[in-house]
């Protein structure tokens, strides 16, 4: 399957369309430029920060980008690079993100009546680091409301060396999937027995400031990022559907609802 881009402000119907059949799509301007770049501005000045902090000028005299920088921290001190994914989480410019109006005029299109912010965070998946994988499985874990939809944002251009999204086109046909494997690191994931073989994986490289529209049945899975000094960076925004609440019901069954209905 070839990678298919619909421009959001020509071809929002043709996309919709799109993903109504495959389960996904990949859409370009629905974020601005600058917004992407003030994201990626103020992840730098934290980063930069810190590098001002732990490593010496000699070291930081010999580092390229800010991925070399953060990747060099790490090495220094894990804990630091936790501690670092834990702050950019709070960066206004992200806070903002999830609040996008082509977000929310998709969202509203797809059938959610009173939008709520389920997640606005930051994914940095550094090179050769696999303790982080999502294995392949659905996005049905935690969620409050059946109508759930999520956008995953490239804040920098992602090649298929760097982990790109494995998705299953139209592998939301098979319904909700419970998932019944646990990999090494206590992730559960959906046995490739219950559909490869009729949804395949494909990978899609994004460029900066591409995203991937996707459904919350459509099985889908991060891979590992093999470069030396290529961080993948990338936004995920989750948006539920208050009017549609089993939680606001106090039925504390929300976590087993029938995701079809």
């Known amino acids: 399957m070839k990678k298919k881009v619909f421009n959001f402000k020509s071809d929002l119907k043709k996309g919709l369309n799109f993903y109504n059949e495959f389960g996904f799509c990949i ?3 629905i974020i601005s430029k600058k917004d992407i770049d003030n994201i990626n501005k103020e992840i ?3 980063v930069q920060n810190q590098a001002q902090k732990h490593l010496s000028k000699k070291e930081r005299k010999k580092i390229k980008s800010i991925d070399e920088s953060l990747i060099k921290l790490s090495k220094k001190n894990d804990e630091l690079r936790s501690r670092i994914y834990n702050v950019i989480q ?3 410019s992200v806070k903002k993100f999830s609040l996008n109006k082509n977000f929310l005029k998709i969202v509203k299109i797809l059938g959610i009546s009173i939008p709520l912010i389920k997640t606005a965070q930051i994914r940095m998946d550094m090179p050769k680091e696999k303790k982080f994988l999502i294995p392949p499985h659905q996005e049905i874990k935690n969620i409050r409301s059946p109508n759930m939809i999520f956008f995953n944002t ?3 251009k992602i090649t298929n060396n ?3 999204i494995n998705i299953a086109p139209k592998s939301f046909n098979l319904g909700p999937i419970i998932p019944t494997v646990n990999n090494k690191f206590n992730y ?3 046995d490739k027995k219950l559909y490869f073989k009729k949804y395949p994986l494909k990978y899609f490289e994004l460029n900066k400031g591409e995203t991937l529209l996707i459904n919350k049945l459509t099985i889908h899975g991060s891979r590992k990022n093999t470069t030396d000094y290529k961080i993948r960076w990338s936004t995920i925004v989750r948006y539920e559907d208050a ?3 089993p ?3 106090l039925n504390d069954s929300y976590k087993q609802f029938d995701l079809k209905g």
Request: charged fraction near 30%; charge should be positive.
């Open 27 to 29: 859409f370009k301007n």
């Open 44 to 46: 730098e000045s934290i």
């Open 90 to 92: 709070d960066l206004p």
């Open 154 to 156: 490239a804040l920098k």
């Open 162 to 164: 760097m982990g790109t």
């Open 188 to 190: 559960q994931y959906i």
């Open 243 to 245: 009017k549609k609440m």
């Open 247 to 249: 939680f606001l019901d």
